[in-house]
């Protein structure tokens, strides 16, 4: 017996508030702090959270406070665009192998890879900005949606409704975008949902070892590299605050797809 809607709707509010919360303070930060992100003050070396500075300051003086909303804010739009981009390069790669079977051959070669050395190897050449980062991550990610989509279309073409589309003269692109695409959206919604949490913990990961967005962009990787060493200076501060936002902005995301798998009865 499936729950009533009104439940489900209370669930997603549950899931959602807290990233919807993260999301408004960091989108609207301008107009909350009047600090710079950048701007040093030797004055304000290791300040201890204040009526100033409501997260304290770093080892340059900088407001924590400010640099942590505009770190949320890189996460949640490299995670949203490399995750929509993601599943435009695995949609498109599945598209071409039902035409070229040899593809779907080279998608487990693809897999095999380390993604995240590659993402290294070839982050130390570009520069660290939004674009570079959301292609890299794109192009490190796609195969395993690629791989989990083509099975499900799989499943889906021995079904009677897309036999009958052939049979009434659909061609196969068509077929592929009218047919067998629509059911999989609840599928693509979870593994869209999933990857903005991998785009995520990639940045962060990449940043943390200096390897990701530029010096001058905030990053909750590049936060949490600098209090590595603070913390033992007793500024607690540093490191539990962009820790509490990673974790605030990752397990309602996990959460939600958790919540969206038993709903759309999927397993992955």
Same mark, same amino acid.
């Given at each position: *017996? ?17 990233? %919807?919360?993260? =999301? ?66 695995? $949609?498109?790669? $599945?598209?071409?192998?039902?035409? #070229? ?6 998608l487990d ?7 995240? @050395?590659?993402? *290294?190897?070839?982050? !130390?050449? $570009? ?18 949606? /690629? ?9 889906? +073409?021995? @079904? ?6 052939l049979v009434?003269?659909? &061609?196969?692109?068509?077929? %592929?975008? #009218?047919?067998?695409?629509?059911? #999989? ?17 990639? +940045? ?11 010096? +001058?962009?905030? !990053? ?5 590299? +600098?209090?590595?060493? =603070? $913390?033992? *200076? ?10 509490? /936002? ?10 939600? &797809? ?6 759309f009865g999927?397993?992955?």
């Amino acid at each position: *017996m499936q729950a009533h809607p009104s439940k489900h709707r209370i669930k997603f509010s549950l899931f959602l508030a807290p990233l %919807f919360t993260l =999301a408004f303070l960091a989108f609207f930060i301008p107009h909350f702090s009047p600090h710079d992100i950048n701007l040093a003050s030797l004055s304000a070396l290791y300040q201890a959270p204040n009526s100033k500075h409501f997260f304290g300051t770093d080892h340059l003086g900088r407001d924590l406070f400010t640099r942590l909303f505009y770190a949320l804010r890189s996460s949640i739009f490299i995670g949203l665009a490399a995750s929509f981009l993601t599943l435009l390069f695995a $949609v498109f790669y $599945v598209f071409l192998a039902r035409f #070229c079977d040899v593809l779907m051959r080279f998608l487990d070669m693809f897999l095999a890879l380390p993604f995240l @050395l590659l993402m *290294m190897f070839f982050q !130390s050449f $570009v520069a660290g900005g939004y674009a570079s980062m959301i292609i890299l991550i794109a192009l490190t990610h796609w195969p395993f949606i /690629a791989k989990l989509l083509a099975s499900e279309l799989k499943r889906l +073409e021995g @079904l009677e409704f897309y036999q009958a589309a052939l049979v009434l003269g659909s &061609s196969r692109t068509r077929a %592929f975008f #009218c047919e067998l695409l629509p059911p #999989c959206f609840s599928i693509l919604t979870v593994l869209f949902i999933l990857n903005i949490i991998h785009a995520i913990g990639t +940045e962060a990961t990449l940043s943390f070892f200096g390897l990701g967005l530029a010096f +001058e962009i905030p !990053s909750l990787g590049t936060m949490l590299a +600098e209090a590595s060493g =603070a $913390v033992f *200076m007793g500024a607690w501060w540093l490191i539990i605050h962009p820790l509490l /936002a990673l974790l605030l902005l990752i397990l309602p995301l996990l959460a939600l &797809s958790a919540h969206l798998q038993k709903y759309f009865g999927i397993k992955l």
